[in-house]
């Protein structure tokens, strides 16, 4: 709801210099309705995050579940980077996130063992790309930003 505010609140702008009933028709709508529904939603994050309850070890369970198939993107961006185009690339990282899927193998390693794949990239860089520091980098400087400097 408030997202869909921003829409009229900007065809506003353009004719500020012109003052008339419809704009302020507008805004006595939007404002009430935009903060209202703001609290109401900061209020139930609010009451979110109190409660939470976070599990790493579960969390960790689970992306090993998945054998790997997280570090799909970056495996297929290193590919592009190595000059293979990008519809090639997403056909090979999708041809191994498949049988991964079908529980035939880790991701990892059938990446490792597909002649096609290791054509552009070694054993040492697909196993580069299954690093989680890459996804993890900037929750500190988030965190910062929500919540202010520790």
Do not use: C
């Not at 004719?15 to 419809?22: A, K, N």
């Not at 805004?27 to 309850?53: C, K, N, W, Y």
């Not at 599990?55 to 590919?79: C, D, F, I, T, W």
């Amino acid at each position: 709801m408030v997202r869909a505010y921003v829409t009229p609140a900007l065809e506003n702008v353009a004719l500020w210099h012109e003052r008339d009933i419809s704009h302020s028709s507008v805004e006595r709508v939007i404002a009430p309705d935009a903060t209202v529904t703001l609290d109401f939603a900061l209020a139930r994050l609010a009451g979110l995050m109190d409660t939470l309850v976070v599990y790493p070890q579960n969390m960790q369970k689970n992306l090993e579940r998945l054998g790997g198939l997280v570090h799909s993107q970056r495996v297929l961006l290193a590919l592009t980077r190595k000059g293979v185009a990008r519809e090639e690339a997403y056909r090979l990282v999708q041809r191994n996130a498949m049988k991964a899927w079908a529980g035939e193998g880790e991701f990892g390693a059938l990446l490792g063992a597909d002649p096609d794949v290791r054509k552009h990239l070694s054993q040492a860089e697909i196993a580069h790309n299954f690093a989680l520091d890459p996804h993890l980098r900037h929750v500190d400087t988030i965190f910062a930003r929500v919540f202010g400097k520790a």
